[in-house]
């Protein structure tokens, strides 16, 4: 049973494109994250979100938007892709604010932009 | 904001050596401090975590070591095995939960 679970996996697009990745958990976590890994693995926080509310948002272009219905899901949309957006984006969660504890990581969206 | 910066980039060990990565931070207010380990199209996955009471801990072949005032942790693997070979990330964070890693490093270990 997933803990974290994110689709698509794979997700090829031409420039300009919209597209967006979707982000679930079912551990009942409060917080929850997405994270850019580049080509050379480096691992950079972009978002989080607590119970539904923002509370980090890292300099990330605003084509960017992050989104919350439910404190279960975070969902990434991003506008008018470009080139230098191929990456592999990972989801996590936390327990919540307040303390820190184990993050843990969906697969992964290896993302390309063609 | 936190900094975290992990050497080397790159390690290669014999099967059997130890392998040691190291990581210094820049916020003297961060306390936890975890090391995750990934796995060649995978993802990363926790593996030992310390928090900044405590100096070392140790879990079987895998230790970390915690100076707080020199701002140094790291990760020791003793009698290491092929599938110890991944890309490690040392991260800190202050009790915000914002994970801050390190630039990993990808260790191999040759049989």
């Known amino acids: 049973d997933t803990a974290v679970s994110q689709t698509p996996k794979y997700l090829v697009t031409q420039m300009g494109n919209d597209k967006s990745i979707k982000c679930e958990q079912n551990l009942g976590h409060d917080t929850m994250y997405w994270y850019k890994q580049d080509s050379k693995k480096f691992l950079k926080i972009m978002f989080s979100?607590?119970?539904?509310?923002?509370?980090i948002n890292e300099t990330v272009p605003n084509r960017f938007s992050p989104k919350s219905p439910d404190k279960a899901h975070l969902n990434l949309h991003i506008n008018s892709l470009e080139l230098g957006d191929s990456a592999v984006y990972f989801c996590a969660s936390t327990p919540g604010a307040g303390g820190v504890t184990e993050a843990f990581f969906g697969q992964g969206t290896r993302l390309t932009v063609v | 904001g936190e900094n975290v910066e992990q050497h080397p980039s790159t390690l290669s060990v014999q099967e059997g050596d130890s392998a040691v990565i190291k990581c210094t931070y820049s916020d003297s207010a961060s306390n936890y401090f975890p090391w995750y380990k990934q796995e060649l199209g995978k993802r990363p996955q926790l593996i030992i975590d310390?928090?900044?009471?405590?100096g070392e801990k140790k879990d079987q072949r895998i230790a970390v070591t915690l100076n707080k005032t020199a701002k140094h942790f790291s990760l020791h693997i003793t009698e290491t095995q092929p599938e110890d070979s991944a890309v490690y990330f040392c991260?800190?964070?202050?009790?915000?939960?914002?994970?801050?890693f390190g630039t990993g490093t990808r260790l191999q270990v040759f049989p």
């Open positions: 310390i928090r900044s009471n405590v």
């Open positions: 979100y607590n119970n539904k509310e923002l509370i």
């Open positions: 991260a800190a964070s202050m009790s915000t939960d914002k994970l801050i």
